[in-house]
């Protein structure tokens, strides 16, 4: 498996307060993405990021910023946490392996706000 | 909106059967073409992918049918058995490096 981790795993929030969720990878990827994944839409992207401090917007990106001071690290921010932001959200990485490109996943992060 | 559609959003099928899942998309910059599995609890793993130059791909019992003109891509899965019950997405890939999934398919097999 790709070296790719996400931390929290669990997080139970309040509605109103920041979160910042947090992808680690070891493989030295350009790419990275955050994926929400909810029941009927599939897996949406959120932010993506295609070199340290170049980030770009997905297409559900409203309510979500990300930054990336090292090429290891992509971080997820909530800045004020709602009730439709209670999801699971993915981690991903991109690269080129046996000649093909390819997105490895985190494990995901389930996120409840309350 | 949606930039590749998938179908059915769920799918029975007895062991030894060969399930279907269909995507369609509209956007023909679109170059890669990835299948991804996703059991309970774990993120989603490649399983197969092709690319517009072809029109079918095996992997073992996995096959992805192509069809450029149709804008419409398959997975067909050989001889299913039970441990293939998950949750499939197809993808579609721009030359940005970015992936938009359909909304997955739960397969399940039965004994």
């Known amino acids: 498996d790709a070296g790719i981790t996400q931390s929290p795993r669990h997080k139970v929030t309040e509605t109103g307060t920041p979160v910042t969720l947090r992808c680690h990878q070891t493989?030295?990827?350009?790419?990275m993405y955050w994926y929400r994944q909810d029941p009927g839409h599939g897996l949406r992207l959120i932010h993506y990021?295609?070199?340290?401090?170049?980030?770009d917007k997905g297409e559900v990106s409203d309510g979500y910023s990300v930054s990336r001071s090292k090429t290891e690290d992509f971080l997820l921010t909530l800045e004020s946490a709602t009730s439709s932001q209670t999801s699971v959200y993915f981690c991903?990485?991109?690269?080129?392996?046996?000649?093909?490109?390819?997105?490895?996943f985190g494990q995901g992060t389930r996120l409840t706000v309350v | 909106q949606q930039q590749v559609k998938q179908s059915p959003q769920s799918l029975i099928v007895q062991k030894g059967g060969i399930p279907i899942i269909n995507c369609a998309y509209e956007?023909?910059?679109?170059?890669?073409f990835p299948w991804y599995q996703q059991f309970p609890g774990k993120g989603p793993a490649l399983l197969i992918a092709?690319?517009?130059?072809?029109s079918e791909k095996k992997e073992g019992r996995f096959t992805i049918s192509f069809n450029k003109s149709a804008k419409q891509f398959s997975l067909h899965i050989m001889d299913s058995q039970p441990g293939d019950s998950a949750t499939y997405f197809c993808?579609?890939?721009?030359?940005?490096?970015?992936?938009?999934f359909g909304t997955g398919t739960r397969l399940t097999v039965i004994p």
């Open positions: 991903a990485i991109s690269g080129r392996r046996g000649g093909n490109t390819e997105a490895f």
């Open positions: 493989e030295n990827h350009r790419y």
């Open positions: 990021s295609y070199g340290v401090k170049d980030t």
């Open positions: 956007n023909t910059a679109f170059d890669y």
């Open positions: 092709i690319r517009p130059d072809v």
């Open positions: 993808a579609v890939y721009t030359g940005a490096n970015n992936l938009f």
